[in-house]
């Protein structure tokens, strides 16, 4: 079962700036301010209650080494809305992404930890009547230990005006 239906990932962005989601640019603003001396922020230093209002957009998750997985540990209600309940799963166990929906999401993690820093996908679906709608995603890395390799992610993804019945789901 696949939620989004005709999703097209228009691009990839490390600039934020090129990003129109008040959502993304007020978690980026938040890691930033946690990003310190260049080293990356750890979980720790994030307190959920700075960012409230973004909590039904938020992902929170683990990276695994040897082999590479993503494991989500929370999930915000607003996202369970459109993906369905992805907390306690590893991203390439799934059942209900296509593997295109998985190897997507996987290279944009495999990005954030490569580079280190922040990137910003824009998507695009369409609704059940043929509309385009943009979705935007925001992948942060976080490291328990300065220096150290992303051991963690948060991320947002912001649907704007778009409800799940636009997507006749």
């Not at 989601?21 to 603003?29: E, K, N, P, Q, V």
């Not at 695994?64 to 369905?84: A, Q």
């Not at 925001?138 to 799940?164: C, H, K």
Request: hydrophobic share 35%; aromatic share 10%; net charge negative.
């Amino acid at each position: 079962m696949q939620l989004f239906p005709e999703r097209r990932v228009i691009r990839r962005e490390l600039d934020p700036a090129n990003i129109s989601s008040t959502t993304i640019h007020d978690l980026h603003r938040y890691w930033c301010s946690k990003h310190i001396d260049g080293q990356l922020p750890p979980r720790s230093a994030l307190d959920p209650l700075e960012f409230r209002h973004l909590l039904p957009n938020i992902l929170l998750g683990s990276i695994e080494y040897d082999p590479l997985r993503v494991f989500y540990r929370l999930v915000g209600t607003r996202i369970v809305e459109f993906r369905g309940e992805l907390t306690g799963h590893y991203l390439d166990a799934i059942p209900w992404f296509e593997p295109e929906t998985r190897l997507s999401i996987q290279k944009a993690y495999e990005l954030v930890i490569q580079l280190r820093r922040p990137t910003f996908t824009e998507t695009e679906i369409r609704s059940r009547n043929g509309t385009p709608h943009r979705i935007y995603t925001g992948l942060w890395p976080l490291a328990n230990v300065p220096q150290g390799p992303v051991d963690m992610f948060i991320a947002t993804e912001d649907y704007g005006s778009l409800e799940r019945h636009d997507l006749g789901i």
